[in-house]
């Protein structure tokens, strides 16, 4: 489960206590930007393995909050070469300025202890996740591999800077650094080992005699020289908040230029044992005890390093760089044990545990290079091939599935889809024509009391918030519940957090959803209820999940998402008008918004406004989301719009004004500016999901074409026997199938590479499926005469709802411009 950066910190320790006015009138003359006067400053210190403090500072002016980072050398007597925060700030410079390795950026360094007491500088704060634990629990097995494999293109691309040309030549020594850093270690744990210290062990001095003589010879060459981080880890790492990238790698205290093969096999230490610092077990690395699923193995993990470093496979000087990486935490752990017996270590029971600990590190160390094999001779060949059929090859194995091809369910999604299929076909699809009779009727904007009872029924079926991704639901149900799995809402039905699927996983159930315009409201994943719950679920807090998220996931309420303006061009969201005005402890709301999809419905109670809070900033920051509840004086549902003359009833497509509506202020989402990047979070499984439900209704409109091409007859013969159905039919079935695999694979990006990675397999989906089911759509109803065009078949329904998916969420040219503007991007490189 990742931790949010916001969310590591704590009461600034009384040892790291500073003088905070200090560093404000500091930051004030010597950061831009930093603000001049505040009307809040608060101070809090990150508490994860900090060994030179580092606080959090937080600025209020008015209702801008700016966050920085603050890092100090610790005050007291310190070793001449430790704590070097200049050097830090030297590093993060270097990179920030000249290269696109993923680091916060630096403001500014203070050398001068006369201010705080020590050097330190300011940086930037990154919003983002934190894994602290690499099992990575509670995380999907997909986004384990894009977080590893995130994780080796982060030290890759650190491991690619040209230090000479970013200024760092001067950083280190390049050369011999192995033999130096073994003579350096030795010679440290000779000196913290031996009588009234830690007890020298025997191995550790076999341990230094073969790593002097087992020192790879491209060490002296200097040919794997470059900038080292000298503490790689995963935990050292900031991932985008939503995406499974870096945005920011910390921690450089040991950073310096030598030989970067001991940084991959310092990271790689985990697949051999776990060494974690509170405890050190043999044979419990992911090599021995199966990494956690999604977790690649050792080989794929180096394979995806070498491949984006550019490096060679690192059989030769393997086993040599892995002992020299436990013989390293062996010697420092000496010390620290060391310095607790003579009485002047901090760090209490760790640091009297640290003994036990060097020693374990020895054993493993010295089993390790007694195996005769520690690495293939060759890479593995074809790490991107098992990587699509993941989780699916073993799937096969165990179930003897007949079906190739690249995209398969696996056990438990095959399970729900067949449970969906079964649900549609006896419960909705007779349902139907009851539905649309209502729908019609004077009593349009009321609910088929079936539609409730069927929810309950999809409720006990576990068929119910499928669309929840996984991750989005370890958030909220950390917030909510501090990460109790149980009956989270009380409700006493499975699946209130969704089923644990991935995006993919979820494509293959949505389809079935989409083949009837009734069923998604019934297993609770319709739009635009979907696309909201999933932005309070990523980006709601815990009062906002309390208030809406509960009701929404047990399907007692609906909502509204309210962005498009009838009086500007909306597809660019730039435009939009409306005003979101802070006034005290409220914000005062102006404005009017058509096409709120659901605003009509009866159990609609919230609406998810985007408007403009500040016109002063730049364009993408003057966006904001509020949550509105309707029933607030000021609002006023004017009409409903009609598609093709459907109403969509009782759900529904609303013209609505806002007149002077104040809200809370603690109805803000995420906070102000932040408008856009919640859009962006929201649209792209919002849009994918209508994706997936459209090839559902051209699967649908597949099946009653043939079914009626194998009833009626005209001319002599049934029209499934004329030649012009027969090629009409096979053109449909190609491009079902062609757009089906474009969904497929945009989702598996999504789940692998975030957003914004996915964005222009995402776009070309968009495209593709209204256009495709538009097209089936339209042969059936050529197949079917006149009753095709008519009220008689769903195909009329479905068709108008796919014409809009052509515009709603974007449309056709904007996306095709993205797409162009990608493929421009690729050409220029
Ligand atoms: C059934 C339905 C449901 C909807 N539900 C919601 C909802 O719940 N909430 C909500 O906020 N909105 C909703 N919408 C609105 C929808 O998102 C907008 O209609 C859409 O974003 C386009 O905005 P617009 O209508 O203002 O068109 P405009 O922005 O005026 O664009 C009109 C046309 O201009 C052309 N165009 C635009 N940009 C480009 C470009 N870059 N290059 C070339 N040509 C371009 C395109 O042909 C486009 O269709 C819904 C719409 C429909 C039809």
Redesign the pocket.
């Known amino acids: 489960m990742a931790r949010y950066t916001g969310e590591l910190v704590g009461k600034v320790n009384s040892a790291h206590q500073f003088d905070n006015e200090a560093l404000f009138r500091y930051c004030s003359i010597h950061v831009e930007g930093f603000p001049r006067s505040s009307s809040k400053f608060s101070v809090s210190q990150f508490g994860y393995g900090q060994s030179n403090p580092t606080y959090l500072i937080e600025m209020q002016s008015g209702t801008v909050v700016k966050r920085y980072v603050m890092r100090k050398k610790p005050s007291g007597i310190l070793l001449q070469s430790a704590h070097a925060v200049e050097r830090e700030f030297q590093v993060l410079h270097a990179l920030g300025t000249h290269t696109l390795v993923p680091v916060p950026r630096v403001f500014c360094l203070c050398t001068d202890s006369s201010v705080i007491g020590t050097p330190f500088y300011v940086m930037e704060f990154l919003e983002g996740r934190i894994f602290l634990d690499p099992m990575l629990p509670g995380v999907a097995p997909n986004r384990r591999q894009a977080l590893y494999h995130a994780t080796a293109k982060a030290l890759a691309s650190l491991h690619s800077a040209d230090v000479d040309a970013i200024g760092l030549g001067g950083y280190g020594r390049r050369n011999n650094y192995c033999k130096r850093q073994v003579e350096r270690w030795a010679r440290q744990y000779i000196d913290s080992t031996g009588e009234g210290k830690s007890e020298r062990n025997p191995k550790m001095l076999k341990l230094i005699a073969w790593l002097r003589q087992n020192i790879p010879s491209e060490d002296s060459a200097g040919s794997s020289a470059g900038l080292v981080h000298g503490d790689f880890r995963i935990d050292n790492l900031v991932f985008h908040p939503i995406e499974d990238r870096v945005i920011g790698i910390l921690d450089w205290e040991l950073s310096t230029l030598g030989n970067q093969m001991c940084d991959v096999a310092y990271n790689c230490l985990l697949y051999i044992g776990d060494i974690s610092q509170d405890k050190v077990k043999h044979n419990e690395g992911f090599e021995i005890t199966d990494a956690p699923e999604g977790v690649p193995s050792l080989e794929e993990y180096l394979m995806d390093y070498c491949t984006a470093a550019g490096r060679p496979w690192p059989v030769a000087g393997w086993k040599f760089y892995v002992a020299f990486s436990l013989f390293r935490g062996a010697s420092i752990l000496a010390g620290v044990h060391s310095r607790y017996i003579m009485g002047n270590a901090s760090g209490g029971k760790r640091a009297q545990d640290a003994g036990e600990k060097a020693n374990d590190l020895i054993q493993i160390a010295w089993s390790y290079i007694q195996r005769e094999t520690v690495l293939s001779q060759n890479p593995p060949s074809d790490i991107r091939g098992k990587d699509h059929v993941y989780g699916i090859a073993n799937e096969k194995k165990d179930q003897g599935l007949e079906e190739g091809g690249r995209f398969i369910p696996n056990k438990k999604v095959k399970e729900l889809r067949e449970k969906l299929i079964k649900f549609i076909e006896e419960r909705i699809y007779p349902m139907e024509p009851e539905f649309s009779k209502l729908a019609q009727s004077s009593m349009r904007w009321t609910v088929h009391p079936e539609e409730e009872k069927l929810k309950e029924i999809a409720k006990q079926e576990g068929l119910w918030n499928l669309f929840i991704p996984f991750d989005s639901a370890a958030r909220a149900r950390e917030i909510l519940f501090n990460g109790r799995d149980d009956n989270v809402i009380g409700t006493g039905f499975p699946n209130q957090l969704g089923a644990g699927l991935s995006n993919l996983e979820y494509g293959y159930l949505c389809e079935i959803m989409g083949r009837s315009v009734w069923a998604p409201q019934v297993f609770n994943c319709g739009?635009?209820d979907t696309g909201n719950m999933e932005v309070l679920l990523r980006y709601g807090n815990k009062e906002q999940l309390q208030e809406w998220l509960i009701p929404l996931l047990s399907g007692t309420i609906r909502s509204?998402?309210?962005?498009?303006?009838?009086q500007?061009?909306?597809?660019?969201?730039t435009?939009i008008e409306c005003s979101i005005r802070r006034e005290g402890d409220t914000y005062v709301i102006n404005g009017k918004?058509?096409?709120?999809?659901?605003?009509m419905d009866p159990r609609c109670k919230l609406l998810i406004l985007?408007g403009k809070t500040d016109l002063n900033v730049p364009i993408h920051k003057q966006q904001s989301m509020i949550l509105i509840d309707i029933n607030t004086p000021g609002v006023k549902i004017l009409r409903p719009?009609t598609?093709f003359g459907f109403e969509?009833a009782p759900h529904g497509?609303a013209e609505i004004s806002f007149e002077n509506v104040r809200v809370p202020a603690k109805n803000i989402l995420l906070g102000e500016g932040r408008g856009f990047e919640i859009a962006q979070g929201r649209l792209g499984p919002g849009r994918l999901h209508h994706c997936m439900r459209l090839i559902g209704a051209a699967e649908r409109g597949m099946q009653l074409m043939v079914q009626r091409a194998l009833q009626r007859r005209t001319f002599g013969k049934l029209i499934a026997q004329h030649g012009s159905f027969v090629s009409d039919v096979a053109k449909c079935r190609i491009e079902l199938e062609r757009t089906r695999l474009l969904v497929f694979e945009a989702a598996d990006q999504l789940d692998k590479h975030g957003n914004k990675k996915a964005r222009g397999a995402l776009a070309m989906a968009k495209v593709a499926t209204p256009n495709m089911a538009l097209m089936v759509l339209d042969t059936a109803m050529q197949v079917h005469g006149a009753a095709g065009v008519s009220g008689d078949t769903v195909l009329s329904h479905l068709w108008a709802?796919a014409r809009?998916?052509?515009?709603?969420?974007?449309?056709?040219?904007?996306h095709?411009?993205t797409i162009a503007k990608l493929e421009l991007k690729r050409a220029k490189l």
């Open positions: 739009a635009p509204g998402f309210a962005m498009t303006e009838p500007v061009a909306s597809s660019d969201a435009n918004k058509w096409w709120t999809s659901g605003a985007m719009l598609v969509d497509h709802t809009t998916l052509r515009i709603a969420d974007g449309p056709d040219e904007v095709l411009g």
